[in-house]
């Protein structure tokens, strides 16, 4: 008997709300919370910030860079480094879209590799998994996966001072 009232009860709260009319929040909305953080500066309004810019992280092994020319609405023209000491690296130059938070990557200058990496309006960050083709772009023993950047300045200009080892500069002006 209990059972039966306990399933009784969650089913009629499970109904709750169906009937309400009311704005529906899309997809691409943020929540309370992530807007309240975006209104106090905590963090940037990712569908405001642009990709344009260039991207490092330092370790230890060196300095790991990434470069975004261009803007949303017409794509961009990337390049980047990740470098795991002084003859271990991974290096390329392709090109990229993006959607919100996703950014699809594709790295043109050897084999084609094409893959989906993150972007939070700070922080760029590379999958864990990557397609075969990418390790063309790569020494042994080194490559982009899980790699990531962090936004150091905004704009074309910034970006097209981004040097790499085998390219003089990542994002050439056109």
């Given amino acids: 008997m209990r059972l039966a009232v306990a399933l009784l009860l969650?089913?009629?709260?499970a109904g709750c709300?169906?009937?309400?009319?009311?704005?529906?929040?899309?997809?691409?909305?943020?929540?309370?919370?992530?807007q309240a953080a975006i209104d106090a500066g905590v963090i940037p309004d990712v569908r405001k910030v642009t990709l344009s810019g260039a991207f490092e992280r330092q370790?230890?092994?060196g300095t790991d860079?990434?470069?975004?020319?261009?803007?949303?609405?017409?794509?961009?023209?990337?390049g980047m480094i990740a470098v795991?000491?002084?003859?271990?690296k991974c290096e390329g130059m392709g090109e990229a879209e993006r959607d919100g938070e996703n950014v699809r990557i594709t790295l043109n200058s050897e084999e084609k590799c094409s893959f989906t990496a993150r972007?939070?309006?700070?922080?760029?960050?590379?999958?864990?998994?990557?397609?075969?083709?990418?390790?063309?772009?790569?020494?042994?023993?080194?490559?982009?996966?899980?790699?990531?950047?962090y936004?150091?300045?905004?704009?074309?200009a910034v970006a097209r001072s981004t040097s790499g080892r085998d390219f003089d500069n990542l994002c050439p002006a056109p």
């Avoid at 169906?18 to 929540?31: D, L, Q, R, W």
């Avoid at 922080?123 to 063309?136: I, N, R, T, V």
């Fill in 119 to 149: 972007f939070d309006g700070v922080e760029l960050k590379m999958p864990g998994a990557l397609p075969d083709s990418c390790a063309s772009y790569c020494s042994p023993r080194a490559g982009f996966n899980g790699v990531s950047f």
């Fill in 65 to 78: 860079s990434f470069c975004a020319v261009g803007n949303d609405e017409n794509g961009y023209q990337v």
């Fill in 84 to 88: 795991f000491g002084p003859d271990s």
């Fill in 10 to 13: 969650t089913m009629s709260l």
């Fill in 151 to 156: 936004m150091i300045g905004e704009g074309d």
């Fill in 59 to 61: 370790s230890d092994l």
């Fill in 17 to 34: 709300g169906a009937g309400e009319s009311g704005p529906e929040e899309p997809a691409a909305e943020v929540s309370s919370l992530e």
